[in-house]
Every structure is written in structure tokens, then in C-alpha cells.
């Protein structure tokens, strides 16, 4: 299961027990549906954890490719599509009213420096984007720097990573007051206060944290193609983190993006053998 194997499961069961065996022809025989049933009393869980041991092990043994000193981490969000089944769609549900087929929304935490996924949530289509990215602060440590896709700024949510000490980067929509006044004063960067208020308020008082204005980073950074776009950041030592940096450091988030690709096309996630909940997970 580990192999993500491409042949059939019986050819891949005579494969693996030749190698147990070291032998052309081993004396064991599993069918295909023992092997089903084995796997249906397999916990998700134990891949978690599979999962957590080999990254400590990298990280542990591995030389670490980092962006000022930083490790370089990128969180973002897909769906994808699940197997027609009433169960799963009662469970996961569906990405527009009138579908027939369920989906799944996934949230990943990848090391774009390093090549290798921290943390992947998998959550009803319904979930918010935030609300699984959140989970991902679980799998970070000080000292980390986030980057993320639009959509993803909100006072509460840079408040949970001002807890952990991690650093994050954020695309950020102009619409908000704070940043039509940033763009108003004519600066490429500026560490501005960003008062928590509405949703924000109202959140930080149910999670009962701090609900003081936080400040924060806003860079303007010009694209080749003309436009711009709006970063706002925790990153606010301005000798120590250039404007300049920006401008590079932003599009690293498309690592996540790629292997988003990799795990569709080469690796068929969207293709499942199991209609069951756990079977998905």
C-alpha cells in the first residue's frame, strides 16, 4: 500500500511476498480478497503516524534547505471527487447542490524548500479553508514561516500563528481599509496595526485569546505581467527581511500546488477502490 502499486493487487501481493521470501517463487499465496478484508480493519490512523515518524526521521537525519533561516513551509487547500456512494456523500458531502458525486476538500502543509508533505487534513466539503490549516499549526514549530494563498488572511488566524511563534506571508485582497490605505500612501512596504474587529472579534472572544490590534507587514509587489499584489506578513524587521525578499519568496508556495499534481495524476488519489469513509481517509 505504501508502493502506491500500479499493477493489480494479486500481482502486487506475489511481487511482495517474493521479496519477503528473497525467492523468484514464494510458498506463499494471498488472494485478492483477503487482502481487502485485511485492509478494511486497517485504521487511517496508523498511516498518520507512519507519516509523522518519517518526517522526524528526515528531518532528524536529512540537510535541511531553508529560506533565511527559516524552513519554508506552504498550506493550501483542493478537492476532489469520491466515488458515487450514499454513504460517503452523508459523510463528506458535495461540491455544488446538484451533484451527483461526493467530494473530499484537503488541506496539505508542505516544505517547499525540502520536498515533503507535514500535515494533510481531509474534512467534509463543507469545512473552511482556515479552519483546516488551523489543524496544521500542530505540526509546526518556532521559528517556521507559512505561506499562503488568498483567502486565507484574517485577524484571528495571524493571531494563532503569533501564539505558536511561527511566520507567516499571505496574499491579501485590497479591499479591506487597511490596505487601501497602505496603497493610498504610495510605499512598497509599511508595518501597519490591524485592529480585530467583526469576525475576528468575535472569534478571538469565543477562543477566548487576545483580541488587541496586531502589527503586521504589508508589501506591494509588481508583477512581470503588470499588476500587483498585496502581502501582508509577520515578517516586520525590515533590515533583516528587504522588500526585495518578497518578490521571491511569495511564489515558493507554488511547491504545494505541484505536488497537489502529483498526487491526482501520477499517484490516482482519485481513484478509489473503497466506498467506505475509512476506506477514503
Not at 19 to 47: E, G, N, P
Not at 63 to 87: C, E, F, M, Y
Not at 147 to 168: E, I, T
Not at 188 to 209: G, H, M, N, T
Request: net charge neutral; with cysteine; aromatic share 10%.
Amino acid at each position: 500500500m505504501l508502493n502506491a502499486p500500479n499493477g493489480s493487487i494479486q500481482a502486487e501481493l506475489v511481487r511482495f511476498f517474493n521479496v519477503i521470501d528473497d525467492s523468484y517463487l514464494s510458498t506463499k499465496s494471498v488472494s485478492t480478497a483477503a487482502f481487502c478484508k485485511a485492509r478494511m480493519k486497517l485504521s487511517h490512523q496508523a498511516f498518520i503516524e507512519l507519516n509523522d515518524d518519517l518526517i522526524h526521521t528526515f528531518y532528524e537525519a536529512a540537510t535541511i534547505d531553508k529560506w533565511q533561516g527559516h524552513r519554508l513551509l506552504a498550506a493550501d487547500g483542493s478537492v476532489t471527487q469520491l466515488p458515487i456512494s450514499n454513504k460517503l456523500l452523508e459523510h463528506f458531502g458535495k461540491a455544488r447542490p446538484h451533484a451527483a458525486m461526493p467530494h473530499v476538500r484537503l488541506s496539505q502543509l508542505y516544505d517547499v524548500k525540502n520536498n515533503i508533505t507535514l500535515d494533510l487534513q481531509v474534512e467534509s466539503h463543507s469545512t473552511g479553508g482556515r479552519e483546516m490549516a488551523l489543524k496544521h499549526l500542530n505540526k509546526t514549530q518556532a521559528g517556521d514561516l507559512v505561506v499562503y494563498d488568498r483567502g486565507y488572511p484574517a485577524v484571528w488566524f495571524y493571531k494563532y500563528h503569533s501564539l505558536k511563534n511561527v511566520d507567516f506571508c499571505m496574499r491579501i485582497v485590497q479591499s479591506s481599509n487597511v490596505v487601501k490605505a497602505f496603497l493610498e500612501s504610495g510605499k512598497y512596504s509599511d508595518v501597519v496595526d490591524f485592529p480585530c474587529i467583526e469576525k475576528s472579534l468575535r472569534r478571538c472572544r469565543k477562543d477566548k485569546i487576545s483580541t488587541e490590534s496586531l502589527r503586521l507587514r504589508l508589501v506591494l509587489v509588481d508583477l512581470p505581467s503588470g499588476e500587483s499584489e498585496v502581502l501582508v506578513s509577520s515578517l516586520t524587521d525590515l533590515k533583516t527581511y528587504p522588500t526585495a525578499l518578497f518578490a521571491d519568496l511569495y511564489p515558493q508556495r507554488w511547491g504545494v500546488e505541484e505536488d497537489y499534481k502529483v498526487l491526482k495524476s501520477r499517484l490516482n488519489i482519485e481513484n478509489y477502490s473503497s466506498v467506505s469513509v475509512e476506506g477514503v481517509l
